[in-house]
């Protein structure tokens, strides 16, 4: 149980990370976002639900003025399943990383969460392990999470084989790879295609009631803002050179790369992340209403 947990979630909620919105667009869209994410959900039959800490309380469900209240605050961390006690003793806000929110969403009985991509193996990790918190939360947490595979920075191969030794069902809906984020396709596969979403509804329900752990449904970036291969590996090779030279490491590496990309990209990479976001979103809401 999550001491103080603040559950406004209804039984076809579907959860919405924070981090997205704090860290991972400008904070002056982030707004605009918030409400299309929302009518999103709503669109389809399901109910949003933001997920965040909120001076220090754990909220499934956050309100417009909860959410205004973060969005102008100068700096809000982000809560991993490492910190998020340590947050909530001392009173902060924090935006909810994938395997914050599936574990609050799980306290609250939401089933579905809606989110861009996973972490996961970093590369360089069999010289330093490094490895995101959001691929054992799959273990402990009975939520199906809606993504485009796993960030392209990281090592997409090794993370999707780590999946696969954690026990965790990796469905794809209309694909059979595994997707990278901004590419539809990696060397990846997957464990099962899913083709309608009533279907792959059904699925969820009983595979989360069978085995009490989470699963992973892989839904491709739109084919029209697929990001070109090459022009990607280039993107992410100058990316590295400036993390490199700003020493960014550990936690700081993703979203110091991510925002490198971004700018080298003149935004591309940043549209390609909303508008898969907003098709996970559609899917996620899908898959709730059917529960």
């Known amino acids: 149980m999550i001491p103080n947990l603040i559950n406004r979630a209804d039984p076809h909620a579907v959860a919405l990370e924070t981090t997205l919105l704090l860290h991972g667009v400008p904070r002056s869209g982030a707004a605009d976002l918030a409400r299309t994410l929302v009518d999103i959900v709503r669109k389809y039959g399901a109910s949003p639900t933001l997920i965040a800490l909120y001076r220090g309380q754990p909220v499934v469900g956050l309100t417009d003025a909860e959410l205004a ?6 700096s809000v961390p982000k809560a991993n399943s490492a910190n998020l006690g340590v947050l909530m003793h001392r009173g902060q806000h924090a935006a909810t990383t994938v395997s914050t929110t599936m574990e ?14 996973l972490g996961g193996v970093h ?3 069999a010289e330093h392990f490094d490895v995101s918190s959001d691929l054992a939360a799959f273990t402990r947490f009975p939520v199906a999470v809606v993504s485009s595979g796993v960030k392209s920075i990281l090592d997409v191969v090794a993370t999707r084989e780590a999946l696969e030794t954690l026990g965790v069902p990796v469905v794809g809906f209309r694909t059979d790879r595994f997707p990278a984020f901004y590419q539809r396709e990696s060397a990846g596969g997957v464990d099962a295609r899913f083709e309608d979403a009533g279907d792959l509804a059904e699925f969820v329900r009983t595979e989360l009631a069978r085995s009490s752990r989470g699963v992973l449904v892989v839904n491709p970036v739109p084919a029209e803002h697929e990001i070109d291969a090459g022009k990607w590996r280039t993107w992410l090779d100058l990316a590295m050179e400036r993390a490199r030279a700003t020493g960014a490491a550990g936690r700081d590496l993703t979203p110091a790369l991510l925002a490198a990309v971004h700018d080298l990209s003149g935004g591309e990479t940043l549209r390609a992340n909303i508008e898969l976001v907003m098709s996970n979103t559609a899917l996620a809401a899908q898959i709730s209403a059917r529960l």
């Not at 209240?69 to 100068?74: C, I, R």
Request: net charge positive; proline share 4%.
């Open 69 to 74: 209240e973060l969005l102008a605050a100068p």
């Open 104 to 117: 609050l969403a799980a306290s609250a009985g939401v089933r579905v969460f809606a989110t861009g991509g």
């Open 123 to 125: 590369r360089g990790c």
